[in-house]
């Protein structure tokens, strides 16, 4: 079933974690570079999780998850390894409408991680849906290699170039226009550039 590809500001937002091993651990650095404020809830957690909660930079109640965890919750990971607990976490974030990934049966969640690469403020994203997130990975990866860190300059180069038409009052089927231009202008220099290293 086709997801809906949305970008969320989670500034601010509070998500919990319930779970304290390596694929929880992967969520929680997801969550936080995104800007999330982080719960864990997890009778015992990674040494890496562990280092987290030592410094505040999440925050860690040990023992077993319990209903009134989804309290104040924008989004829940059920990343525990008992699929009953994950299934149960995933049925009472449903009631309550919260955002959940369930990591071992993402179709019981509303929704997944996808698998992202960051080229500056250029950021894409591959997705399967949760059907096979590691072949999500890998088509990250292959992406990866055809979008080098050049993208995210040429990203700032046209950020800065967009302002400057929008201050100067431009259309913006007038700015679309010129930008998308630019952008292919600048993406072929790079090639070329490419091509003429040896």
């Avoid at 990971?77 to 919260?98: D, G, K, L």
């Amino acid at each position: 079933m086709p997801h809906l590809p949305l970008n969320i500001d989670v500034r601010g937002m509070t998500a919990l974690v319930v779970g304290g091993g390596t694929v929880a651990g992967r969520k929680i650095l997801s969550l936080l570079d995104a800007g999330a404020t982080v719960r864990i809830v997890a009778p015992e957690v990674s040494p890496e999780i562990a280092r987290l909660a030592a410094t505040g930079t999440v925050s860690l109640k040990t023992g077993c998850y319990e209903p009134s965890d989804l309290q104040d919750t924008f989004l829940v990971v059920a990343a525990t390894n008992e699929p009953a607990i994950n299934h149960m976490i995933a049925s009472e974030a449903h009631n309550r409408r919260i955002l959940v990934a369930v990591v071992d049966n993402p179709g019981s969640g509303n929704c997944t991680f996808p698998a992202l690469l960051r080229r500056g403020g250029l950021e894409v994203s591959v997705s399967t849906n949760g059907a096979c997130p590691g072949f999500a990975a890998i088509v990250r990866d292959v992406i990866a290699a055809e979008l080098g860190e050049e993208f995210g300059s040429i990203l700032e180069t046209l950020t800065l170039e967009r302002e400057k038409l929008l201050t100067e009052g431009s259309p913006s089927t007038y700015n679309n226009k010129i930008l998308r231009s630019r952008a292919w202008e600048l993406i072929n220099e790079l090639n070329k550039h490419k091509e003429r290293v040896p």
